[in-house]
Every structure is written in C-alpha cells, then in structure tokens.
C-alpha cells in the first residue's frame, strides 16, 4: 500500500511517500517515480552501521528497527523502517501495521508548508513518543507484578490465581523481550537521527536542528530508563524464582517432616509385629494399649518438635 502525501501530488512531487508492506508493484511505482532503485528489505534488516545509513547520490538512505504488534499472533515484533530522505522528499517503507503513521498522515493532511526534511523530523519525533509509550507502559506492567509478588502475604501468594508465580515468571519474560525491542528501536534512532543532523546539515534549517537535537537528548534518557527497566525485570526474575523455591522447598519439608514422624510408628509395629514365642510381651494384658499408646507418643512427639521450629 502507498501513501502519498499531499493526497493530490504524484510520486516526484510529493515530500512523504510512505509504504505499507510494499509489493513488487507498489516498489516498480515509487522507483520509476523517483528515479532510483528502494533497499529491499532484506537490506533494511542489515544491522552494521553502513548498512543502517549512508549516502548516495545526493540521498540519505536510512534503516532502524521498529517496534509494532504483530496482527495474527498479538505479540510485539521488531520489524525493520526504511528512509529515504533528499531535499524535497522522504520515503518510508514499513511491514508492520502502527498506528502513528496514519496520525501523522493526518495531520501533515493539515499543512501545506512540509518538505522532505520538516517531514522526516516529524517522523522521528513520533517514533522517539511511540518507544516512551512503550517503555512507559512496561514500566507500568512491571509496577503491577512487583506489587502483586512483594504486597501479598505468603498464603494469599500460593493461593491466588492472579499470583500463580509460573504465570507471573512467564509475564515477566515477555516485558524482558518488549524491553529487549525498545532498546533496539533506541539504539537504532540513536544511529541515524545524529547521522542526519551532521550529514545533511546545510538541508535542516535552525528549528530543524533544534528539534532533532532535542530528539537526541530524549533518547538519552530513555537509554537510561530502558537500562532501569531492565534491571527491575532481572529482579523480579530472581525474586520470582526464589518464591518458586521457597514454595519447592515447603513441599519438601512437609515431606520431611511426614516421613520423619511415620517411621517410630513403624518401628514400634515392626518390632511388636513379630511373634517370636520367647517374647516378653506377648502375653501382656495391656500389651496392644501399651504399643497404640506408644504409636501416638512417638508421632506427637516430633510434631511439637516442629511445631516449636516453627517448621509448620
């Protein structure tokens, strides 16, 4: 699909032309329009630097991975978004659906003063928003499990279902992975919007600068938080990890302990279960009160024992 902005122009007169999961004929359109061969996407997931920007030919050619969601399986997936960026114009090819590419379809639909650099800022700046949002609302996620883990009584832990610790273990794996993502997409803007700003300078005007200065600076601090996140998921990763084996090692005490307590009871059963004639205490009265008195004082015994340590 290809979207050309503004809607009334052609493709060698329009400052952004953006393709959606572009097929052989959506990029045989654009190149006989602009004059010049598009990177495939096999090209755009190159990850060395040479690769991600460099110029030919008087035209900035950009990649960085993006992050979206993926439509059959709803899970995020980085995915790679080209550009192509020269005086007047900015092409951007993309293969997975968001959202803030048709916003800003929307709103440049609002001004006739764009060309291909105001453009491209805008662009970058909605991209640096979308990996905040991200991040924002990982960090939000993880507030909730650490609240759910660290606020809830041991009891309520084991028996809550919105606390199940392999669940929780499994939610927390996957912000690890967003967080993953994000920090490629950041690494990736981090790459390219400096590449511009000091390649292509005499393009930008001042405001330009400024802007993609600023985008520069936000980036910054989102590497930091990025870095924080990262750090809550690994311990949270550990805290729930240690609740599974303290949980683990509950079980084995109470098996312990009923492994403990059964064997006198066997023993004495053992011993008085013989019937060897010369026994002494085969012919006692009480004899069968005396050995079921003995059972029970032998399994209380160690109970209070643990009970005391507070084993259970």
């Known amino acids: 699909m290809i979207t050309i902005r503004p809607s009334s122009a052609t493709a060698d007169h329009a400052f952004w032309i953006d393709l959606f999961d572009p097929d052989d004929s959506d990029r045989a359109q654009v190149e006989t329009g602009c004059g010049f061969r598009l990177p495939s996407r096999a090209d755009l997931q190159e990850i060395e630097s040479s690769s991600r920007h460099y110029m030919d030919k008087g035209r900035v050619f950009l990649s960085t991975p993006f992050v979206t969601k ?22 951007t090819q993309r293969f997975g659906h968001a959202e803030l590419f048709y916003k800003l379809s929307a709103a440049m639909d609002e001004r006739a003063d764009i060309g291909g650099c105001e453009a491209f800022c805008m662009i970058m700046e909605a991209m640096v928003d979308h990996a905040a949002d991200h991040l924002e609302g990982i960090g939000g996620e993880l507030d909730q499990i650490s609240r759910r883990i660290f606020h809830v009584s041991g009891k309520a832990r084991r028996t809550s279902a919105e606390t199940d610790l392999e669940a929780t273990l499994s939610q927390v794996g996957y912000l ?46 989102l590497a930091d938080y990025e ?27 109470i098996l312990t302990i009923v492994s403990v307590i059964g064997v006198p009871p066997v ?35 160690p109970l209070i024992w643990f009970r005391k340590k507070k084993w259970f």
């Open 70 to 91: 993926d439509a059959e399986v709803g899970v995020s997936v980085l995915t790679p978004v080209g550009f192509v960026l020269d005086q007047k114009r900015v092409i």
């Open 176 to 221: 690890g992975e967003r967080i993953g993502q994000v920090r490629g997409a950041i690494l990736g803007l981090g790459r390219i919007i400096p590449y511009v700003a000091e390649t292509v300078t005499d393009w930008l005007n001042p405001d330009q600068i400024a802007r993609l200065s600023v985008a520069r600076q936000d980036l910054t601090s």
């Open 227 to 253: 870095a924080h996140l990262a750090n809550k998921v690994q311990f949270l990763l550990d805290a729930v990890l240690g609740f599974i084996n303290i949980d683990q090692n509950n079980v084995v005490k």
């Open 267 to 301: 023993l004495i059963a053992g011993v008085y279960g013989m019937n060897f004639k010369t026994m002494p205490e085969l012919e006692w009265k009480y004899g069968y009160a005396y050995a079921l008195v003995l059972m029970l004082v032998t399994t209380l015994a």
